[in-house]
């Protein structure tokens, strides 16, 4: 029995990087910009007959609806616990994010608790950087990373990854249910579509806008946390994976790529933890707090981020930072919203 092994020569390091940006730009280009200009440049061709008011309206609330199903159900409480529900709002949740069709929550949960163990190392199930970090791996591994990984037949032990949820009766029913919630998913916009305006016509722009679009641009959005938010943008705390904050993408994802901060302080509910960085999700969760639904929130703790931010760092924490130890932070220097008047965040005003 033989084994060869071929170990390629390492590229020259100042190459790579000039080889990556250039292939870098190309990639954003083709997982994100073109396909939403097509999408952009169909509208006003179809617009009037093909789409009306109602498809947008639809679309959008099931954007939003389904997609802080994933943020805030499957990410942020499932996956991370960075806050307690109470029964109603943790089974809704679960329904919420299963209607996005990104996969059953325990396999979705499962999934992710696997990346943050193994982040950009070896076992992550979606880094960019598997292949390497020459132009060519990084191609490669944003494809992976950003979708060619949801092929791979290896599946994350669910016994290992998420027993938690397992063990829970309910959670499981609508794991199992994953199947019909597909259909429902596709088909209420059809019905709303139809009813709303009395067509068959209706019922089929809003299955089209409502149902397929928008389902795929969601689709796009939540991989492009795993591909673009694991290679492009800021580091603005310290984290031991090539996580990045990446403002562009905050509205479309609902503030899932203030990456670099949640891979920093994954528990943290808010991930646009600095001033200014927009966090529907975790606006969503402080208005389930108030209505009591939701509790035991980790929001962002001044003292903890302090130690994860590098030491030039300039910029304030946001809102609804923990403010305890409100005394040692300011012997210590640390940044709060309340006291911080710098230069860098007039500038950013
Ligand atoms: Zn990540
Ligand atoms: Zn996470």
Same mark, same amino acid.
């Given at each position: 029995m033989t084994t060869t092994a071929v170990t390629r020569p390492a590229a020259k390091p100042d190459l790579e990087e000039e080889q990556a940006s250039l292939v870098q730009r190309i990639l954003v280009g083709v997982f994100v910009a073109v396909p939403m200009l097509a999408l952009i440049?169909? @509208? #006003? +061709?179809?617009?009037?007959?093909? !789409?009306? /008011?109602? *498809?947008?309206? @639809?679309?959008?609330?099931? =954007?939003?609806?389904?997609?802080?199903?994933?943020?805030?159900? =499957?990410?942020?409480? +499932?996956?991370?616990?960075?806050f307690k529900a109470k029964p109603g709002l943790r089974v809704g949740l679960a329904i919420a994010g299963s209607l996005a069709m990104q996969g059953p929550v325990i396999t979705w949960v499962s999934d992710h608790r696997r990346h943050h163990k193994y982040s950009d190392r070896e076992g992550d199930p979606h880094s960019p950087w598997r292949y390497g970090d020459d132009a060519k791996a990084l191609t490669k591994g944003l494809l992976w990373a950003h979708m060619v990984w949801l092929f791979d037949p290896n599946q994350t032990s669910q016994e290992k990854f998420a027993p938690d949820l397992l063990a829970d009766r309910k959670i499981k029913v609508v794991d199992d249910l994953f199947g019909p919630m597909v259909a429902v998913t !596709?088909?209420?916009?059809?019905? @709303?579509?139809?009813? /709303? $305006?009395?067509? /068959?016509?209706?019922? @089929?722009?809003?299955?089209? /806008? %409502? $149902?397929?679009? &928008?389902?795929?641009? !969601?689709?796009?959005?939540?991989?492009s946390i795993n591909s673009i938010c694991h290679t492009f943008g800021n580091t603005e705390f310290e984290a031991r994976d090539k996580s990045r904050n990446v403002s562009w993408l905050a509205v479309a994802s609902f503030g899932e790529s203030w990456h670099n901060l949640h891979?920093? *302080?994954?528990?943290c509910a808010r991930h646009g933890a600095l001033k200014g960085q927009f966090d529907p999700s975790a606006r969503v969760i402080w208005f389930f707090e108030?209505? $009591?639904?939701?509790? *035991?929130? &980790?929001? #962002? *703790? %001044?003292?903890?981020?302090?130690?994860? &931010?590098?030491? %030039?760092?300039? &910029?304030?924490l946001g809102g609804w930072t923990k403010q305890r130890f409100a005394k040692e932070q300011d012997t210590a220097g640390i940044r709060t919203s309340d006291n911080a008047v710098n230069p860098a965040d007039k500038a950013a005003a």
């Amino acid at each position: 029995m033989t084994t060869t092994a071929v170990t390629r020569p390492a590229a020259k390091p100042d190459l790579e990087e000039e080889q990556a940006s250039l292939v870098q730009r190309i990639l954003v280009g083709v997982f994100v910009a073109v396909p939403m200009l097509a999408l952009i440049a169909a @509208i #006003p +061709f179809a617009w009037g007959w093909g !789409l009306g /008011w109602h *498809d947008v309206i @639809i679309a959008l609330a099931l =954007y939003w609806g389904t997609g802080l199903g994933v943020t805030v159900g =499957y990410h942020r409480y +499932f996956t991370h616990s960075s806050f307690k529900a109470k029964p109603g709002l943790r089974v809704g949740l679960a329904i919420a994010g299963s209607l996005a069709m990104q996969g059953p929550v325990i396999t979705w949960v499962s999934d992710h608790r696997r990346h943050h163990k193994y982040s950009d190392r070896e076992g992550d199930p979606h880094s960019p950087w598997r292949y390497g970090d020459d132009a060519k791996a990084l191609t490669k591994g944003l494809l992976w990373a950003h979708m060619v990984w949801l092929f791979d037949p290896n599946q994350t032990s669910q016994e290992k990854f998420a027993p938690d949820l397992l063990a829970d009766r309910k959670i499981k029913v609508v794991d199992d249910l994953f199947g019909p919630m597909v259909a429902v998913t !596709l088909l209420l916009p059809a019905l @709303i579509g139809g009813l /709303w $305006g009395m067509s /068959w016509h209706g019922a @089929i722009t809003a299955f089209f /806008w %409502a $149902g397929l679009v &928008r389902v795929t641009l !969601l689709h796009h959005v939540t991989w492009s946390i795993n591909s673009i938010c694991h290679t492009f943008g800021n580091t603005e705390f310290e984290a031991r994976d090539k996580s990045r904050n990446v403002s562009w993408l905050a509205v479309a994802s609902f503030g899932e790529s203030w990456h670099n901060l949640h891979h920093a *302080d994954p528990t943290c509910a808010r991930h646009g933890a600095l001033k200014g960085q927009f966090d529907p999700s975790a606006r969503v969760i402080w208005f389930f707090e108030k209505l $009591g639904w939701a509790y *035991d929130v &980790r929001w #962002p *703790d %001044a003292v903890r981020l302090s130690t994860k &931010r590098p030491e %030039a760092a300039t &910029r304030s924490l946001g809102g609804w930072t923990k403010q305890r130890f409100a005394k040692e932070q300011d012997t210590a220097g640390i940044r709060t919203s309340d006291n911080a008047v710098n230069p860098a965040d007039k500038a950013a005003a």
